[in-house]
């Protein structure tokens, strides 16, 4: 079955540190996204892949960095993380200009 | 700029009524409206949507939503709604050949038995 795993489930890391979210998919999608998600914002679009190599800004990509080295991994790199990133992140694959996205499960991040 | 709005923050029901969940957007051209339903500690799963065509779409477990050019509006409705159906639901846009997806703030159902 089709799917988008997250790892890890769940996260903490100490301000100033480096932390890596990974995911993957087995849906063969060009797009992948990476959103948070926090309370009284919804869904905000950090970054996102049109394919193998290319990384896109989304509309929050500031103190984030991508990674798409495969069609099927795309990584969110918070390199120096902080208090302020504590957040849950979700990554999503889907077809160009499609709607229906499928949805990892999400990891809960708490940067201390 | 397509926005995308969800008026109801909170709902609550009692298991067996109707619901209905109501999102307006706003763009001037031709869009996907779709919903996402989010059980609690979950990703987000992709209900339905809609593009074309007859404006009545059919959506899993008895859900459907109803497009109308002239409200601006794509809302959801379930004639019988069971306690199982107590998530947060998301309305969402996207313009075809876009790179993403515009989702409303959200509106979570409660369903009390």
């Known amino acids: 079955e089709a799917a988008v795993t997250q790892s890890p489930r769940n996260k903490v890391a100490v301000t100033g540190g480096k932390v890596t979210l990974s995911c993957n998919q087995t849906?063969?999608?060009?797009?992948m996204y990476w959103y948070r998600q926090d309370t009284g914002h919804g869904l905000r679009l950090i970054h996102y892949?049109?394919?193998?190599?290319?990384?896109e800004k989304g509309d929050i990509p500031d103190g984030y960095k991508a990674s798409r080295p495969s069609q099927e991994n795309f990584s969110l790199i918070l390199e120096l993380a902080t208090p302020s990133q504590t957040s849950v992140y979700f990554c999503?694959?889907?077809?160009?200009?499609?709607?229906?996205?499928?949805f990892g499960s999400g990891t809960r991040l708490l940067v201390i | 700029t397509q926005t995308v709005s969800q008026s109801d923050a909170h709902v609550t029901v009692f298991e067996g009524d109707s619901v209905e969940l109501r999102c307006n957007y706003s763009?001037?051209?031709?869009?996907?409206l779709s919903w996402y339903i989010q059980h609690h500690g979950r990703g987000l799963q992709f209900l339905l949507k809609?593009?074309?065509?007859?404006?009545v779409v059919q959506g899993v477990n008895g859900f459907e939503a109803e497009f109308s050019k002239s409200d601006s509006s794509f809302h959801l409705r379930k004639a019988s709604v069971h306690w199982s159906d107590s998530a947060v639901y998301f309305c969402?846009?996207?313009?075809?050949?876009?790179?993403?997806?515009?989702f409303g703030s959200g509106t979570r159902l409660l369903v009390s038995p």
């Open positions: 892949s049109y394919g193998a190599g290319s990384t």
């Open positions: 809609y593009y074309s065509g007859n404006p």
């Open positions: 969402a846009v996207s313009a075809p050949g876009g790179y993403k997806v515009v």
């Open positions: 849906n063969n999608h060009n797009n």
């Open positions: 763009y001037g051209g031709s869009i996907y």
């Open positions: 999503a694959s889907g077809d160009p200009g499609g709607s229906d996205y499928t």
